[in-house]
């Protein structure tokens, strides 16, 4: 009786495997070089301790002292705009937010591309603006980025993640966990994964 596999099929295994490294005509293991300049990665670098020991500690009120620390960085953040001290913009750079548009505690801002958010848009807890991709068909596996935008008053809700080079339209509602791939339209509540429409509605 056997009690394991055969031998060959265990050198196949091991082979079969070894043919899946992204080895070149070399034979040896391809490196995937940085899809950022040293200056930008230097930048961040320094956003990051700025953001660690200056904006992250702040008490919740804070929100001036926030988007001037925002705006030193390159952001345009318009007066009025509460931008809590657990948010993570990655690079303050690429943020464009409207008067009183918020960005809750735990949201998280990647951007690589552009990403603006129009007057009163609120990102909850949680929620994820996603600016990039990577092409996983390549073995290079480049970085891949679009820009974001997110209507006025539209509400991004807890947990929720937007893609990379989706368009929010004016007071959508995103519902809480979603997971957007595609535009959404204006003054709807759209939920789901992936997000779809389910209904219309009008401010009172």
Not at 97 to 116: F, N, T, V, W
Not at 128 to 134: D, K, P, T
Not at 162 to 174: E, F, K
């Amino acid at each position: 009786m056997s009690v394991g596999p055969e031998p060959e099929r265990v050198i196949r295994l091991v082979v079969d495997v070894d043919e899946a490294k992204p080895y070149g005509t070399s034979g040896r293991l391809q490196s995937r070089s940085s899809s950022f300049s040293l200056q930008h990665r230097l930048a961040r670098q320094t956003w990051n301790l700025v953001w660690l020991f200056l904006f992250r500690p702040t008490p919740r009120p804070f929100h001036a002292w926030r988007r001037l620390l925002l705006r030193c960085f390159g952001a345009q953040v318009a007066p009025g705009a509460p931008v809590y001290a657990g948010a993570r913009i990655w690079a303050p750079w690429n943020l464009v937010a409207g008067r009183g548009a918020a960005i809750a505690d735990g949201a998280e801002i990647y951007d690589p591309s552009r990403i603006e958010l129009g007057e009163y848009a609120v990102i909850s807890q949680g929620a994820c603006l996603c600016g990039a991709s990577h092409d996983f068909e390549s073995w290079e596996f480049p970085l891949l980025s679009a820009p974001i935008v997110i209507g006025a008053h539209a509400w991004i809700a807890a947990r929720a993640i937007v893609r990379m080079g989706v368009t929010i339209g004016a007071g959508c509602v995103v519902g809480a966990g979603s997971v957007v791939t595609r535009d959404m339209p204006a003054w709807t509540v759209c939920a789901g994964v992936p997000c779809r429409v389910i209904r219309a509605y009008t401010k009172r």
